[in-house]
């Protein structure tokens, strides 16, 4: 089965600073990618995923994740953050589809006004 | 929709008794998951269904139990619980798209603990 590490615990920035999450999969021969943000007291939501195609994926609040086999990464950015992007972020990675799907232990976003 | 509800949102329980973990889905989803979140770990599966009657084990099933009678409801029952069974416990569901994954919808979580 896959395992991923998520290489921060924690990352603070200040507002309007880049930032980067990084994410790094155990290898395979094909993978599915995601990213998903828990905001506090909530469930986990679904930011991005990369299942085929093009290796640069978006999501619609300006997140973009990278998927790098040769690297077996799949970090995630954002050129501009705001103080509503606080929150934690959960890499997951599976090879199989749904049901076989592995979580890293989360990297938590703090972003100082 | 009201999507993934769970309920209760908190509980305590004393070693050796059980519960049940309530959790409802309205979007009609075939698949339905349950995880636990430990500090400062990744979700992890305990078991998941495919559809109603249809249920599997997933990565750390053990103490736990589950049913799914109906699509829209899988409860998650502990049996005799302890101290390791404190998380935080998450529903989820899908539709299955056959694109090989799917969205997950989760629920907002029940925090349990166990003394």
């Known amino acids: 089965a896959q395992s991923v590490t998520q290489l921060d615990s924690q990352v603070p920035v200040f507002e309007e600073a880049p930032v980067e999450l990084r994410c790094n999969y155990s290898s395979s021969v094909s993978v599915y990618l995601f990213w998903y943000v828990q905001y506090p007291n909530q469930g986990l939501q679904l930011l991005l995923k990369?299942?085929?195609?093009?290796?640069l994926v978006e999501s619609i609040n300006g997140f973009e994740a990278e998927f790098n086999k040769s690297q077996t990464s799949f970090h995630l950015r954002k050129p501009s953050v705001h103080i509503s992007d606080t929150a934690e972020y959960f890499c997951a990675v599976s090879d199989r589809g749904n049901n076989d799907m592995r979580f890293g232990a989360g990297t938590r976003l703090t972003v100082k006004p | 929709n009201a999507g993934v509800t769970q309920t209760p949102k908190f509980r305590i329980l004393k070693i050796g008794q059980s519960m049940t973990l309530q959790c409802t889905q309205d979007?009609?989803?075939?698949?339905m998951y349950w995880y636990r979140q430990d500090p400062g770990m990744g979700l992890k599966l305990i078991y998941y269904s495919v559809g109603a009657g249809i249920t599997d084990k997933g990565e750390v099933p053990n103490g736990y139990n589950v049913s799914r009678s109906t699509t829209e409801d899988f409860p998650l029952r502990l049996e005799l619980a302890a101290p390791s069974q404190t998380s935080v416990y998450f529903c989820?569901?899908?539709?299955?798209?056959?694109?090989?994954?799917?969205?997950?919808?989760f629920g907002p979580g029940t925090r349990l603990t166990v003394l």
């Open positions: 989820a569901s899908s539709y299955p798209t056959g694109a090989g994954t799917d969205t997950q919808y």
């Open positions: 990369y299942l085929s195609g093009s290796t």
């Open positions: 979007m009609n989803h075939n698949y």
